[in-house]
């Protein structure tokens, strides 16, 4: 399978833990996004990547939040101090420059009790 | 007023029935995606328009630039078709980010 890939699919977790996710992009694609969605409502755009360039992050993204793509492959997103408003389906896309169709992965549903 | 409008919020059809869902949108674009999600799914990508009308399968999806306006069409719908069908825009000058609708969900009854 050569989509985008997300790890972990589920992740419960305490208030005030910190919780990594990471997102495999298609092999070909420099650009990667993350996306937060709550329920009922449509993604929120985080941050964005071009290659292991951190073009633009969202407001959204606080000081709790850090992204990385060091090698301009795969990406991490870490969550520290977890809080339950932190509670969404954090979805990883990519795509590639010329196109720029983005391809989503399955997406990492975190539950902060 | 939101920069990407879709209608209907809710449709709900029989099976065998053609659906289509419309998206306005008021920014000038380069392209405009149809993406499909499935109750707590992830997102897939349906279609990428910047022109015309493509068609894959039962679906077609059609824009109409100087109206600003594209539509998504279902034939022969399926239960299996139920989702939300969400419309994203991505600015004319925009290097990445997508204007979202808040999408409309889709229950196609047996």
């Known amino acids: 399978d050569t989509g985008v890939s997300q790890d972990p699919r589920h992740k419960i977790t305490k208030r005030g833990q910190n919780v990594t996710f990471r997102c495999d992009p298609i092999s070909e694609h420099n650009r990667l996004y993350w996306y937060r969605q709550t329920l009922g409502q449509g993604p929120e755009f985080l941050t964005y990547?071009?290659?292991?360039?951190?073009?633009?992050k969202s407001r959204l993204l606080s000081d709790r939040f850090s992204a990385e793509r060091p090698k301009g492959s795969f990406s991490t997103l870490e969550i520290q101090r977890t809080e339950q408003g932190d509670s969404a389906m954090y979805l990883c896309a990519s795509s590639s420059m010329g196109p720029d169709e983005q391809f989503f992965g399955p997406g990492t549903r975190l539950t902060v009790l | 007023k939101n920069e990407v409008e879709q209608s209907p919020q809710n449709l709900t059809a029989q099976e065998g029935e053609f659906i289509t869902i419309n998206c306005s949108y008021s920014?000038?674009?380069?392209?405009l995606h149809w993406l499909q999600q499935h109750p707590g799914g992830g997102i897939v990508s349906l279609f990428m328009?910047?022109?015309?009308?493509k068609k894959h399968g039962r679906l077609i999806a059609t824009i109409n630039i100087q109206e600003k306006h594209s539509s998504l069409h279902i034939t022969a719908s399926h239960p299996r078709d139920s989702a939300v069908y969400i419309c994203?825009?991505?600015?004319?000058?925009?290097?990445?980010?997508?204007?979202w609708g808040a999408g409309t969900k889709l229950i196609i009854k047996p």
């Open positions: 920014v000038g674009i380069s392209a």
């Open positions: 994203a825009v991505k600015g004319r000058g925009s290097n990445y980010q997508l204007i």
């Open positions: 990547f071009q290659n292991e360039a951190q073009l633009e």
């Open positions: 328009l910047s022109s015309g009308k």
